[in-house]
């Protein structure tokens, strides 16, 4: 089955704590990419990456990373969380952006709480 | 890049055509217009996407105006299971390639 897998779905730390979101795609897609939702705001797009070691900012990156060693794999790394960091943060994957078939898949969502 | 605006909310009755508009004046002939729907705190789901003609699936119509500035999603026949979030994203298919959400339509089908 065609899914990107988020981990963990749930998650409460403290500030300062390091923190990683893992995100694995089974689709073979080039394009990856995280969204932080907060109430009110929609989805903004923290990081995306066109391919292996290929990554670029979104509109919202301050205090975040991201790393594509691998093309199924887009962690996003909180080095020291803070509590405005708090949110609900959204992983996808597709085709090439703008590929006749290039529509997103997303994962389930993770849900960070930083005290 | 080129952005969306689209109404914060609408109604609709049940078993009713949905019509969920929205304006992309700033569209680059290249670029794609998406639709996806977020139900609750899910994923967002995608739903139908088209760059000129008119599209239809199982799930919805996309109409485009001729000018590409706006476009129309439809919802033939509206259930309560469609009550969602419906987002439209232009794709930038040069030099950033961000999908750019905004705040979406919030639709609340009536029983």
């Known amino acids: 089955e065609a899914q990107v897998t988020q981990n963990p779905r749930y998650l409460i730390t403290v500030t300062g704590k390091k923190l990683t979101v893992t995100c694995s795609q089974n689709m073979n897609h080039e394009y990856m990419s995280w969204y932080r939702q907060d109430p009110g705001l929609g989805l903004r797009q923290i990081y995306y990456s066109m391919n292996v070691e290929v990554t670029d900012k979104g509109d919202v990156p301050e205090g975040y990373k991201v790393s594509r060693k691998e093309k199924r794999n887009f962690p996003l790394i909180l080095e020291s969380p803070s509590p405005n960091q708090t949110s609900l943060y959204f992983c996808a994957s597709s085709p090439p952006p703008g590929d006749l078939t290039g529509e997103l898949f997303f994962g389930e969502g993770s849900r960070l709480t930083v005290l | 890049d080129a952005k969306t605006t689209q109404p914060t909310s609408m109604d609709c009755a049940e078993g009713r055509a949905a019509n969920l508009p929205c304006n992309h004046s700033?569209?680059?002939?290249?670029?794609?217009v998406y639709w996806y729907r977020q139900i609750h705190s899910q994923g967002p789901q995608y739903i139908i996407h088209?760059?000129?003609n008119n599209e239809t699936n199982e799930m919805a119509s996309l109409i485009i105006t001729e000018d590409r500035k706006s476009s129309t999603l439809i919802l033939p026949h509206a259930t309560l299971r469609d009550t969602a979030v419906y987002y439209c994203i232009v794709s930038c298919t040069s030099g950033t390639y961000k999908y750019i959400f905004g705040t979406g339509t919030r639709l609340k089908v009536l029983a």
């Open positions: 088209g760059l000129k």
């Open positions: 700033t569209i680059s002939g290249n670029e794609y």
